[in-house]
């Protein structure tokens, strides 16, 4: 199998995508001004906050001037369940997602005819970058339901005349005979799911047999660590695409052929990043990072202001060489609250993966259990590694046990303890991957 994939640059609509950046700046402030007045004249709880603020759509009159604005939380929209965040009378809307709700109520998010328009707009652009074009049978293996990923991917797909397989996600052997059975080109699917249909298609040794070329990843963070291995493992060149269901779903930034940080759909959302502890918009974007917050420029059903996403990234400074204009995001390095801190020190479950992945006959499937004894944070990694390795001499074994200690302690600046385990030892996901236990009693 070959990884040099890399396919041709294409661009699905220069106009937008390529748009000067003075342009692409004047045409984000008319577009911010007009969500601003939407949100203060038709949703009651952004004219509470504004107000609260002490601030009113005529203070906005640069793009800076977007920081005078509050932010909204997951817990603000979960506040205005199911539907007073919406600008809009129902029978202007036209469809309806909605956060999972594992960690409590869910987030409900509207769209108009003009938004689901965007959003397949959006959609189209992603899988353009990606190397996609109508030529592709296209098995898109993310949750079909309230979950954007699915659906979200489907539009976008059909608006360049891709041939669509909406399976769905699950039923994982049945995917690997789809595949084959029908030729597929692409898989559209999680990173932790990629990962775990390469392993299935490895042990039946049918890799040989499917036609995919790209791989399509999104919905949870993953190093380029992981990158190589869904590369290596299932022959594809493989892409990043990101988004949150709070501001669309999948279509807010995707990377373009040359893998190198994921173009914002700029013309639509406007991008900052904060510090996630005071909530200042950071000195260095293009340095240090910080915490994404997005604001909606266009969307009709519900505008969003200052989301803030919880994930940390930073911007890309150089121009790319694909030629499009928008601004790039790095890779999400963590989500802010994800951190853990063990004695003290913080600890990002993506540092584990990313040093883990770095040694030889370390499989990329991984979980992190935190617990503590007495008053200890204890901080314990169970790592699979390959069958001949499990099974091989003790002092191998060991051998590598104290080789990952000793990368893990250098990346993460924490001891961390690490049991070898045998392949398919560690939960597998059909979606977004669970890589922490934490037993430890919070608060
Ligand atoms: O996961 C939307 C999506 C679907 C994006 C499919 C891409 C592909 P939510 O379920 O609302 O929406 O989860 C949003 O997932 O705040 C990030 O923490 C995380 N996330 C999404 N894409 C990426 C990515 C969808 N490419 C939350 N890298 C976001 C890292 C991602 N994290």
Redesign the pocket.
Known sequence: MTTSKKPANRIWNPACECMPRGELEALQLKRLQGIVQAAWEKVGYYRAKMEAAGVTPTDIRSLADVAKLPFTTKDDLRGCFPYQAFAVPMEEVVRIHA??GTTGQATVVGYTTQDLDTWSELMARLHTAAGLTNCDIVQVA?GYGF???GI??HYGLEKIGAAVLPISSGKSERQIQIMKDYGSTVLICTPSYGMYLAELIQKTGSASDLRLRLGL??????SDEMRRALEKSLGVFAT???????VM??GVSCECIEQQG?HIAEDHFLPELIDPTTGVPVADPYGEGGEMVLTTLTKEAIPVVRYR???LCRFLADECPCGRTGRRMS??SA?SDDMLIIRGVNVYPQQVEKALLSIDGVAPHYQIVVSREGALDVLEVLVEVTEALFFDEMTKQQAMKNNIERTLETALAVHAKVRLVEPGRTPRSEG?AVRVIDTRTKG
Do not use: C, I, Q
Request: charged share 25%; hydrophobic share 25%; net charge negative.
């Open positions: 956060s999972s993310f979950f954007t990923g979200g991917h990843f999104g919905g949870e963070a993953w990043d695409n990101y988004g949150l269901s709070e779903g999948p994921m996403t919880h994930d890779k999400v989500r977004k």
